[in-house]
């Protein structure tokens, strides 16, 4: 059921996506994705889980509203992908906020220094784990079996 209007818990229309979530505006990240008309400009749309819906979390909206747009001005990436639990509004408590992030900036930098550094540039109150690549690196990962492979399947494209 991709793109089929259903109801929120509060008795709201959503747009439904089955196995993806996304922000609205934004392109579908996976083989044979659509979307239906955005009910809210920046609401994540929900992914339907049987009969219960499970909004994406709110982390992940914090993410793209208050600390997405310095992390284009810093690193102008090409891609930045939320993954994992958050991203799949499973997310409990203790969760971390899993991040792609794609950029030409990171040439030069260790891949190893890529992640804290960008965390200390961004200054995230919550827990986030960061997978930095160049778009060669990217290329190249998004081709093996792995955590990049499952986070293009199952990525929020922000």
């Known amino acids: 059921m991709i793109g089929n209007e259903d109801r929120r818990r509060d008795g709201r229309k959503a747009n439904v996506l089955t196995g993806l979530t996304m922000l609205a505006g934004a392109q579908p990240c996976g083989p044979g994705s659509e979307v239906g008309n955005a009910t809210e400009a920046v609401t994540l749309f ?29 690193y102008r990436p090409e891609l930045v992908l939320a993954f994992g639990s958050r991203a799949r509004g ?46 060669e690196e990217f290329a190249r990962k998004r081709r093996e079996l792995g955590i990049v492979s499952q986070a293009l399947e199952e990525g929020l494209p922000l």
């Not at 203790?94 to 992030?101: E, G, K, T, Y």
């Open 46 to 74: 929900e992914i339907s889980r049987g009969e219960n819906l499970y909004p994406a979390g709110d982390i992940v909206r914090r993410f793209a509203a208050r600390y997405l747009p310095r992390l284009r001005r810093q």
């Open 90 to 135: 499973e997310g409990i408590a203790d969760s971390d906020l899993d991040l792609l992030v794609v950029s030409e900036r990171f040439r030069g930098i260790s891949f190893l220094e890529r992640p804290s550094t960008l965390l200390m540039d961004l200054d995230l109150p919550f827990a986030t784990d960061v997978l930095c690549h160049t778009p």
